[in-house]
């Protein structure tokens, strides 16, 4: 792969490329905008107008919108986070162009049409139901809710069901038009295609929409009081969610904290909670930890579900292991295994090349660069156990950790 090539358009939209010789390409639009920057009225207006960007425009019908690439072969998805929305192509390098006016397209000229509304607003009701009845999955948000109590970026991403049903075309409007703001808007994309020509196609597709620069500002999250917190669920396991807050993208503790949390709970079968959950007592299928950095906070969580018998001593090991990173240091051996695990694991995940064009979206978004995988190594390689050591003291002290469970 290629050198990172970068361009902004006179209206703040910036293009960032990174050259990939395959005959497929990944192209999209992603926007500083999602669920915390709604208003108090608008409870999951980010992800509804995610869904409905599909919906019409002032140039297609969403018959047209949906064949414009499948006719090709080729994929369009989007998807929404608390702090952003991602709308992008998967499409073979010939038809690339078709992609980026597409993607233009619905993210600048959609109409919100009334009677598509009222459709897909029983579509986003039959995700929430579904979603309601899988408690593995529900106790994330709730947990969410409880770090970040009284903010928005607490809020469920799928919003309340009566608020969904009173939304019109002119909320979903107002809303894009106070967040999809050009200076908070990156078209990304990993191809073969000549950024010369990617340039010049951005300057006919996006280079048309009005420059337009944002005017709210987040609300930082700052009061933080841990909780205890248990939901009666009629369900076979026991739920549980225990965290706190943690490292913000910008943090320079963040990359130690990643290694830390892989090293606790991470994908690997040999992470600390895995070995001490299932391999060595039996007591649960899944456990896992998970540490999600925003723009400006993030949190660190860990999940299990047992049998709801077993919850205490379940709950025990998992603080029986944090007590030991937060007490011992890791030694030299122990040290390297963990940097060499995430090391594999960072260089396998940017094989896949769709999860590698988002992440090039995501880190201009931010910061309007892209760490290579040679400056990402060299700063794992750089982390002490002496960090490690303190950031778990920080992050994993149990007067500072909060506890969700459904049983």
């Not at 993607?103 to 009701?125: L, Y």
């Not at 904290?257 to 299928?285: F, I, K, V």
Request: charged share 25%; glycine share 4%.
């Amino acid at each position: 792969m290629g050198e990172i090539e970068s361009y902004t358009l006179k209206n703040g939209i910036r293009i960032v490329h990174k050259p990939d010789h395959s005959p497929v390409s990944y192209c999209g639009i992603a926007i500083n905008a999602g669920t915390r920057d709604e208003e108090e009225c608008e409870s999951g207006m980010a992800h509804f107008v995610e869904h409905l960007l599909f919906k019409g425009t002032t140039r297609r019908k969403a018959w047209h919108i949906l064949n414009r690439l499948e006719d090709v072969g080729g994929e369009l998805n989007a998807y929404t986070t608390k702090e952003e929305t991602f709308v992008y192509a998967t499409v073979l390098s010939p038809d690339f162009e078709r992609a980026m006016e597409l993607c233009a397209d619905v993210v600048f000229h959609s109409t919100f049409p009334q009677n598509e509304i009222d459709k897909e607003v029983d579509v986003i009701i039959d995700e929430i139901n579904s979603y309601n009845d899988s408690p593995s999955e529900l106790i994330f948000d709730d947990f969410e809710n409880i770090l970040f109590e009284n903010y928005s970026i607490g809020r469920n991403i799928l919003g309340d069901i009566e608020r969904l049903q009173t939304y019109t075309t002119q909320n979903a409007l107002d809303f894009v038009h106070r967040n999809y703001c050009t200076d908070q808007i990156v078209f990304f994309s990993l191809s073969d295609v000549s950024f010369k020509k990617i340039k010049r196609w951005a300057e006919k597709y996006l280079g048309e929409v009005p420059e337009r620069l944002l005017q709210t500002k987040r609300t930082v999250p700052e009061i933080y009081i841990p909780q205890q917190k248990t939901v009666k669920k009629d369900t076979h396991q026991a739920h549980v969610m225990l965290g706190n807050r943690a490292y913000s993208l910008p943090d320079e503790k963040r990359l130690t904290l990643h290694l830390l949390n892989n090293l606790l709970g991470g994908p690997g079968m040999n992470s600390r909670l895995n070995l001490a959950l299932r391999e060595r007592n039996g007591l649960a299928y899944n456990v896992e930890s998970s540490y999600t950095s925003y723009s400006d906070t993030g949190l660190l969580s860990i999940y299990f579900g047992t049998d709801s018998k077993n919850e205490d001593k379940c709950r025990n090991l998992v603080f029986a292991e944090l007590k030991k990173l937060r007490n011992q240091k890791l030694t030299p051996v122990q040290l390297t295994k963990a940097k060499k695990q995430l090391l594999g694991q960072s260089a396998i995940s940017q094989e896949n090349k769709e999860s590698l064009s988002l992440s090039l979206g995501k880190s201009f978004l931010y910061f309007n660069r892209f760490e290579s995988l040679p400056e990402v190594h060299k700063r794992i390689e750089a982390i002490t156990a002496e960090q490690l050591q303190e950031v778990a003291n920080e992050i994993l002290d149990e007067r500072r950790i909060s506890v969700l469970s459904f049983r």
